[in-house]
């Protein structure tokens, strides 16, 4: 902290793991329904999608 402090930055926070995401009302209603279809969770398509985007 006092690191960061020296260098005028703020240290990282962790990541709670969770976010809001705002889409059009249409995107969201095809969503649900593939992730239905899929068998899967709303929140599991949504991981997916971001790790198939992000490099880990």
Do not use: Q, Y
């Amino acid at each position: 902290m006092a690191f960061c402090a020296g260098k005028g930055k703020e240290p990282e926070k962790p990541f709670k793991g969770s976010f809001n995401v705002r889409i059009s009302t249409d995107l969201h209603r095809k969503a649900v329904l593939t992730a239905s279809a899929r068998g899967i969770s709303l929140n599991m398509l949504v991981e997916n999608a971001i790790k198939e985007t992000v490099s880990m």
